[in-house]
């Protein structure tokens, strides 16, 4: 999460317009659920996947950003795939195991390839958004919709205790790891649950003090943030309507 704040900072479109990255993002993202066409989900995961190349964002980067989702993607995929009846049913492929016949229908073979398309398209504009832009920008920027603020420094504060969440986390493996508390592994299961049990309250510790520093500083219900002046382009804006066209009719294809 560190390395893809840094990423968010500093990549090369940078200094383009918060709106306009959100309009190709959250486009995008509208195309993927409710177009079900495999061409046109697969033409948004490219085309998101060659704006976050085009800023700089490393490939082997992105591998590892898939593997959370692919890793959940994979195992929700699995329960639409597989069919369980006590009973035998005509499928594409089918074990018999104990009283049970799990089987692989043509059905279940489609809806499963329709959940996996639409989730990776929908998925690859997100990161898009998540590596190209900052979230203190995206809240500033949505806190300029009346009604939006306080969702949005609800998030906001959800996204920095991820952080305060990972530097209580890690402060207290280090003290374990000088203490040799990863030396074998009965050593090792005993500070994970040491880990487990001490990293909550010191999280929420951690969040109070942070509560307070708000507080000495006058906060009033409102966050401000540092948002630099960005003008969007009417090149790229038509730029950006034409491709969510042209990925629209891919539909047609």
Known sequence: MLYLDYLAHNNTLKNISIGEKLLLGGGGLV??????????????FLA?????????????????????????????IGSVLVSISSSPFTALAIIH???YYLGVTPASLVTAQA???????????????ATTTPVSYIVTYLSRIPGTSTIAEIAYLSYRFIFVFLAAAGQIYTAQQSRLGYADTRKSLTSLALLAA?????TF??????????????????????????????????????VLIGLALTALV
Request: contains cysteine; charged residues 10%; proline residues 5%.
């Open 198 to 202: 001490n990293v909550g309250q010191k």
């Open 31 to 44: 195309l993927s659920l409710i177009l079900s066409r495999p061409s046109t989900l697969l033409a948004v």
């Open 97 to 99: 195991l104990g009283g």
């Open 115 to 129: 959940i996996f398309l639409r989730s990776l398209a929908a998925v690859s504009c997100l990161l898009m958004i």
């Open 48 to 76: 998101m996947h060659i704006v976050m190349l085009y800023a700089r964002i490393p490939l082997g980067y992105l591998g590892r950003l898939w593997l959370a989702p692919l890793t959940f993607l994979l195992i929700g």
């Open 205 to 242: 510790l951690t969040a109070r003090d942070l509560t307070i520093a708000l507080n000495a500083r006058n906060y009033r219900d409102q966050l401000s943030f540092y948002y630099p002046i960005q003008t969007a382009s009417p090149v790229r804006l038509l730029l950006i309507l034409l």
